[in-house]
């Protein structure tokens, strides 16, 4: 049995990647941190490789005899009182990872990024793998910077002989988002009726399955030291809410707010968080990203793979299924669409 390497497998992507992995009979070895949550991997036969991303021993072990090396994981959030961690995470962490799976001699290494490092387009046509910003100034937040010179690292190994492929995932919805992330965050608060208003713009929603087959398709037939866009469908954030709000039954926000009046908000709760402690409603940084309508283009991948992704419409559905059957959801909500017939 063939064997997979694995970081991340106890977050969102790295989870339906673990499934998938074990579904086409691999052996799967995912690192975990020492106290972690582990509940995404309960029930899987993946073997657990114990130690954190610049733990040497510990990636030694998980690359040793290893065909591929899937890096996936991130600190990824939009709000953060440290940053220096996160840029230690993302960016030195990416180092370690593709350096012990070179030395391991695995067959290929994806490295998964993140649109975030694609640069979007002002007339907001979808941005392909050739939109690049020309340097980190232009780069609003520390996430996406943090990821956009974690791909430069991947690259520049790739450079000097590391079999690297990089994947840059859109916006991931779907089962198994734990935490959850930014994205899967706007399904629970949408479910929950914190979303009152919506900010034009745009976002580009793809159904986490077909991330995690979009890695193994990079492994088996991705080219080395290229970057390929894992998107799904390029919809309004309007769109968005409207999609969520047909398959709960529940209503969705009529009132756009402005975007000045958005940043100006967020600005204030940003700064209360900084010097009050907790986190932000509304993340400045997430509304400077909203100023732009983050739509990609997959075309590369679906010519050289195949790659085909669902639409919006059932990753949105698979992700308020999850979130429903696993607490995420208000008693008083659940109601609401127990009353409605959508539970």
Not at 4 to 29: M, S
Not at 42 to 70: H, N, W, Y
Not at 260 to 288: C, I, N, Q
């Amino acid at each position: 049995m063939e064997i997979c390497f694995l970081t991340g497998g106890t977050g969102f992507v790295g989870a339906n990647l673990a499934r998938l992995l074990v579904e086409k009979g691999f052996h799967v070895r995912a690192l975990a941190r020492k106290g972690s949550n582990r509940k995404n991997l309960e029930g899987l036969p993946v073997e657990i490789v114990e130690g954190g991303l610049s733990d040497e021993a510990a990636l030694k072990a998980g690359c040793s005899g290893a065909r591929f090396a899937f890096h996936c994981a991130a600190d990824y959030r939009l709000w953060v009182q440290n940053p220096e961690a996160m840029y230690e995470s993302n960016v030195q962490g990416t180092v370690h990872v593709v350096e012990a799976a070179l030395r391991a001699g695995c067959e290929k290494i994806v490295h998964c990024s993140s649109v975030a490092v694609v640069k979007p387009r002002p007339d907001r046509r979808p941005a392909d793998e050739t939109s690049e910003y020309a340097s980190e100034s232009e780069i609003v937040s520390h996430y996406k910077k943090s990821k956009y010179l974690a791909e430069k690292e991947a690259l520049k190994l790739a450079q000097k002989g590391a079999p690297v492929v990089v994947v840059n995932p859109a916006a991931p919805i779907g089962d198994h988002d734990v935490k959850p992330t930014p994205t899967g965050k706007i399904v629970v608060d949408f479910l929950n009726g914190r979303i009152p208003s919506y900010i034009e713009t745009g976002l580009n929603v793809v159904f986490a399955r077909d991330v995690a087959l979009g890695h193994l398709l990079a492994a088996e037939k991705g080219r080395i030291g290229e970057r390929y866009i894992l998107g799904g469908e390029n919809i309004t954030f309007k769109a968005m809410l409207e999609i969520l709000a047909d398959i709960s039954g529940l209503p969705g926000p009529q009132f756009k707010t402005p975007y000045s009046v958005a940043y100006v908000f967020a600005a204030l709760d940003s700064a209360r968080a900084k010097l009050m402690g907790g986190e932000p409603l509304a993340p400045l940084d997430a509304v400077k990203m909203a100023k732009y309508y983050m739509w990609y283009d997959s075309t590369k991948a679906q010519k050289e793979w195949g790659y085909h992704p669902v639409s919006a419409h059932e990753a949105l559905k698979s992700a308020v299924n999850w979130f429903l059957e696993n607490g995420y959801v208000s008693k008083k909500a659940e109601e609401r669409m127990e009353g409605l017939g959508k539970k």
